[in-house]
């Protein structure tokens, strides 16, 4: 099936702290994987990706780790900040058939004081 | 700021018309897809359009149609317009039609229809 999913809609975490955000993809031929941020009223913002053939990829605050056995991908952002409440999709594509990007449904982030 | 610009912001329509929302792409990208975002959803790929030709179509009726222009820009037209099709509106372009290029998303067109 086309389906990407997370295993929690919603997240909270105290300022300062890390923050692990997980999604579930079902497409094994999925090569490649994106992290986006979705502030309210604004598009997608790509955060970070990764391919297939990595497992773990770093960025400024921002980790992806693939665990391709198991078909699992998360984001983890380092030292939580305000500005990064928002709705995170994890979403895949392949290079087979059309170029698009399946998403999931998201996951909210909120941060507390 | 992804350089990828989408017009109108919003727009209120009712079932039955017809509707065009439209795209300007990064400097430089040749390839646009539009996504249909329904409240509290990840975005839906409706079509994606490569050098002016159509590459790929998700699961969206024959009434979703498209365009793209010279300069990449694009169009998404949608005719009877259903209650459902209430949604965000997002185009994305990118550089590359087969690679790992990521894709910059617009800020969307909110369409209700009424």
């Known amino acids: 099936g086309e389906n990407v999913g997370l295993h929690l809609p919603t997240l909270s975490v105290q300022e300062g702290d890390n923050s692990i955000i997980n999604c579930a993809y079902s497409?094994?031929?999925?090569?490649?994987f994106i992290w986006y941020k979705q502030e309210s009223g604004k598009g997608p913002q790509f955060i970070i990706d990764?391919?297939?053939?990595?497992d773990k990829r770093q960025g400024q605050r921002v980790t992806v780790l693939l665990n391709k056995t198991v078909k699992h991908l998360s984001l983890q952002i380092a030292a939580t900040q305000p500005g990064d409440s928002a709705v995170y999709f994890c979403?895949?594509?392949?290079?087979?058939?059309?170029?698009?990007?399946?998403f999931g449904q998201g996951t909210r982030l909120t941060i507390n004081p | 700021e992804t350089g990828v610009t989408q017009s109108p912001t919003h727009l209120i329509k009712t079932r039955g018309q017809q509707v065009t929302l439209r795209c300007s792409s990064q400097?430089?990208?040749?390839?646009v897809s539009w996504y249909q975002q329904a409240l509290g959803q990840g975005p839906q790929f409706i079509f994606q359009?490569?050098?002016?030709?159509?590459?790929g179509r998700g699961n969206f009726p024959p009434r979703f149609s498209g365009l793209q222009f010279p300069n990449y820009s694009s169009e998404l037209n949608v005719n009877a317009l259903e209650l459902d099709d209430s949604a965000l509106y997002l185009c994305?372009?990118?550089?590359?039609?087969?690679?790992?290029?990521?894709?910059?998303f617009g800020p969307g067109t909110r369409l209700t229809v009424t």
């Open positions: 994305a372009s990118s550089s590359n039609k087969r690679t790992f290029g990521e894709q910059y």
């Open positions: 497409n094994s031929a999925s090569d490649y």
């Open positions: 990764i391919r297939s053939n990595m």
């Open positions: 979403a895949e594509k392949s290079l087979q058939g059309a170029q698009k990007l399946v």
């Open positions: 400097s430089g990208h040749n390839t």
């Open positions: 359009y490569y050098r002016e030709e159509e590459n």
